[in-house]
């Protein structure tokens, strides 16, 4: 299984909706999950089971999706969000999409 | 509180080896699975291998470009992972990180080790 994320980067401003998607080679049922991981920093999970979001993180995140296409929305980006974010495949070992950098427009 | 604190990282010459390890501590280590997750320098996220608990049946599975070169086991007893690393390339360099899933599905890797750097280089 291969995971695809896109965009590879983007650039937002604080406000903007911003929506991310990932891509699996084959169905992988809601089997992914989302992190966020900041310059330095450890990853931070964000979202499990394709759109169940992990305690403690803010409902501005979102996900969805099923089968082979996921995306992970962030409704209104603020000023922390401003990090790279990776899918990750559960269905058999575990595999990470390639990330997406989200910059400071 | 759960805490995962990873050492033993370090500069090491290609074909060297070196040997992790993973102090877990605010939860029940010989019931989880434990993985090990690198991210080379500049790079993404790549999941090197994972352990399962004993009840489990403690198997290991690795990633590709470790599989024959890297060992993960468990000192249940310690509270303690380690990822002995043989054959080293200096395509293993990398910030080593322990995690695992505690909430549910042990796949979902919701706690984090603040990683260690290990850099194959001559």
């Known amino acids: 299984i291969q995971l695809t994320q896109s965009p590879s980067s983007l650039s937002a401003s604080v406000g903007d909706r911003v929506t991310i998607t990932c891509r699996a080679s084959q169905g992988i049922s809601s089997y992914l999950a989302w992190y966020q991981q900041k310059p330095g920093k450890a990853p931070k999970l964000l979202i499990y089971a394709a759109s169940t979001l992990q305690s403690g993180v803010p409902s501005r995140f979102s996900g969805s999706g099923s089968g082979t296409d996921f995306t992970l929305t962030i409704s209104s980006l603020q000023p922390e969000d401003f990090a790279t974010y990776y899918c990750q495949q559960l269905n058999s070992y575990p595999l990470f999409g390639g990330g997406t950098k989200v910059e400071i427009k | 509180e759960v805490q995962l604190v990873e050492s033993g990282g370090g500069l090491v010459k290609p074909g060297g080896s070196l040997r992790l390890s993973c102090a877990a501590s605010g939860f029940t280590f010989s019931n989880a699975w434990m993985s090990w997750v690198r991210q080379a320098p500049g790079k993404g996220l790549e999941w090197v291998g994972r352990?399962?608990?004993?009840?489990?049946?403690?198997?290991?599975d690795y990633a590709a470009p470790v599989k024959g070169r890297f060992t993960i086991s468990r000192d249940d007893s310690k509270n303690t992972l380690y990822l002995q690393m043989n054959s080293l390339k200096t395509e293993d360099t990398a910030v080593y990180y322990c995690t695992t899933g505690l909430n549910g599905d042990p796949r979902v890797f919701d706690y984090w080790g603040q990683g260690t750097l290990v850099t194959v280089s001559s």
């Open positions: 352990i399962k608990s004993k009840t489990d049946g403690g198997t290991t």
